[in-house]
């Protein structure tokens, strides 16, 4: 079982960067496949963007791709999610989600096991 907790949110003016953080519990880190989602208010959560394991494959969701990037430091425990060129339709609650088993379709959140508690990006115009 893992624990995570996100981390880096905030407010920040359209155009404007944010790098979130999630740091995982536990020693099995390096086996775990990787993904951020975000819920803004009165919308389903949404996929943004997955990462392999061990860091070697990366999805990105088309409406971010260009501008957030997504990685993986298993010696940190710790995905990351940099967020550049923000602009005011990404304000949501990130989310940062696990699994050890890939997911058979890329972004499906039933796929992930564990979840964070969420960290709120509000970007203004």
């Known amino acids: 079982q893992v624990q995570l907790v996100e981390s880096g949110g905030g407010l920040v003016q359209a155009g404007g960067s944010l790098l979130l953080s999630c740091a995982a519990s536990?020693?099995?880190?390096?086996?775990?496949?990787m993904g951020w989602f975000r819920q803004a208010p009165g919308k389903e959560r949404e996929f943004v963007a997955s990462?392999?394991?061990?860091?070697?494959?990366?999805y990105i969701a088309d409406f971010v791709k260009g501008r957030f990037t997504i990685s993986k430091d298993n010696a940190k425990n710790t995905v990351y999610l940099q967020m550049n060129s923000l602009k005011p339709e990404d304000t949501a609650v990130y989310y940062c989600?696990?699994?050890?088993?890939?997911?058979?379709?890329?972004?499906?959140?039933?796929?992930?096991?564990?979840w964070g508690q969420g960290t709120q990006v509000t970007v203004s115009s």
């Open positions: 536990g020693r099995t880190f390096s086996s775990y496949n």
């Open positions: 989600a696990a699994t050890v088993v890939p997911p058979l379709i890329i972004g499906m959140s039933s796929e992930y096991d564990y």
């Open positions: 990462i392999s394991s061990n860091g070697g494959s990366t």
